[in-house]
């Protein structure tokens, strides 16, 4: 098999490995549902950070016409303490899906250089460093989320409960996102595609149509 290519297009516009067809096996229907669900459940999380960074946006246009106006606008602190815990908010929530997407920045010579058994043992050594990482801020932003309960913002007056909350769930999201990973190690189906092969099987697959 010729290493230099490794995905194929699907029926369904989604490249998988050409040596690891989606849903060959138990893992990998498995694999295939749970994108389905990632699918819906990042949609969900990307309409909800676009929503809190256009509070964060509105919160700043605000902040500013306070500073030019003082005169005529009410005090605007607790606008800036809006706009961090708002735009902060948005950017845990979106960070997952840019994981999942393999949009995030990334160093490929290695894997440039492996062959396809390659990749699957780096991917699974990868998955394993990651998931360690994420298992830790989880584990411990649990406990900074109880332990700053009673604690409160000094303008807003929210409780520290929720920003550590967003923490926990940003990480666990990202957790689970590598133990997918490494479960398509284990299946056959690493390294997975990047947004970008997705596109472009996509638009290859409508020109195939017509």
């Known amino acids: ?35 389905v669900l990632a699918t ?16 964060g946006v509105c919160a700043t246009c605000f902040a500013v016409l306070a500073r030019q106006f003082p005169a005529y606008m009410p005090s605007a602190s607790w606008a800036i303490e809006l706009t961090n815990l708002s735009i902060i908010a948005a950017v845990l929530l979106i960070v997952p899906r840019g994981l999942r997407e393999n949009t995030h920045m990334a160093v490929t010579f290695l894997p440039s250089k492996l062959g396809p058994r390659g990749l699957q043992i780096l991917t699974a050594v990868n998955s394993l460093l990651i998931g360690a990482f994420f298992l830790v801020v989880v584990w411990h932003g649990m406990d900074a989320m109880n332990l700053n309960r009673s604690q409160r913002t000094p303008v807003l007056g929210i409780s520290q409960f929720w920003p550590y909350l967003l923490v926990v769930v940003s990480a666990a999201l990202m957790l689970l996102e590598t133990v997918v990973r490494l479960l398509e190690a284990f299946a056959g189906r690493a390294p997975r595609p990047t947004y970008e ?14």
């Open 197 to 210: 092969d997705a596109v472009n099987a996509d638009v290859d697959a409508k020109e195939d149509a017509r």
């Open 1 to 35: 098999m010729d290493d230099t290519k490794i995905f194929e297009p699907t029926s369904r516009g989604v490249r998988v490995p050409e040596h690891a067809p989606p849903g060959a096996s138990w893992l990998g229907s498995l694999i295939d549902h749970y994108a």
């Open 40 to 55: 819906y459940l990042h949609r969900f999380l990307t309409v909800v950070a676009v929503g809190l960074f256009v509070v």
